[in-house]
T-cell receptor, first 113, second 112 residues
Framework: LAKTTQPISMDSYEGQEVNITCSHNNIATNDYITWYQQFPSQGPRFIIQGYKTKVTNEVASLFIPADRKSSTLSLPRVSLSDTAVYYCLVGDSNSGGYQKVTFGTGTKLQVIP | NAGVTQTPKFRVLKTGQSMTLLCAQDMNHEYMYWYRQDPGMGLRLIHYSVGEGTTAKGEVPDGYNVSRLKKQNFLLGLESAAPSQTSVYFC???????????FGQGTRLTVV
């Protein structure tokens, strides 16, 4: 079972770059790594997804080393509106062949003025 | 394009009552999921479905049942509500397990 481990919380000042690392030692060959953002009283929202190396979009970058046992979400120049919980997800498979997405504990990012 | 819609948004139940939460998606997604989120906690998977007519158990399936009679709908049932089922319930859908999942706005359920 591919579980993920993230820091429980992080603080950052506005304008700084924030890096959140997720550990997923048992990631399977076909699994992708996906990050979501969740604001209070809302459903999670997709941020970025990757399989290996580096992926960048207009919101964030995702760094994945060659062994894929961890990944790092990078948020450039955070603002107060980036205060949220960030979840790292890894695809999971069961004996029946069906796949499901399992959330980790999440990292609560607090951006300070 | 509504995305994922959950009904109802709020509900208060008495212990022992039953209810059904409805999730509807208009994106023709194969995969659908039901999660619960307790205060200060992450999301835990209750049940999921990989296509019409299929369902499977997630991490915390006890006390819940689900049905996927139509591809666009995923129903979550509580047969006999308990205070421990007080939570916020989120539904999500995706094309498959390796693509972006779209979440509904959640259903806040209180069991007294």
């Amino acid at each position: 079972l591919a579980k993920t481990t993230q820091p429980i919380s992080m603080d950052s000042y506005e304008g700084q770059e924030v890096n959140i690392t997720c550990s997923h030692n048992n990631i399977a060959t076909n699994d992708y790594i996906t990050w979501y953002q969740q604001f209070p009283s809302q459903g999670p929202r997709f941020i970025i997804q990757g399989y290996k190396t580096k992926v960048t979009n207009e919101v964030a970058s995702l760094f994945i080393p060659a062994d894929r046992k961890s990944s790092t979400l990078s948020l450039p120049r955070v603002s107060l509106s980036d205060t949220a919980v960030y979840y790292c997800l890894v695809g999971d498979s069961n004996s029946g062949g069906y796949q499901k997405v399992t959330f980790g504990t999440g990292t609560k990012l607090q951006v300070i003025p | 394009n509504a995305g994922v819609t959950q009904t109802p948004k709020f509900r208060v139940l008495k212990t022992g009552q039953s209810m059904t939460l409805l999730c509807a998606q208009d994106m023709n997604h194969e995969y659908m999921y039901w999660y619960r989120q307790d205060p200060g906690m992450g999301l835990r998977l209750i049940h999921y479905s990989v296509g019409e007519g299929t369902t499977a158990k997630g991490e915390v399936p006890d006390g819940y049942n689900v049905s996927r009679l139509k591809k666009q709908n995923f129903l979550l049932g509580l047969e006999s509500a308990a205070p421990s089922q007080t939570s916020v319930y989120f539904c999500a859908s995706s094309i498959d397990r390796n693509t972006e999942a779209f979440f509904g706005q959640g259903t806040r359920l209180t069991v007294v």
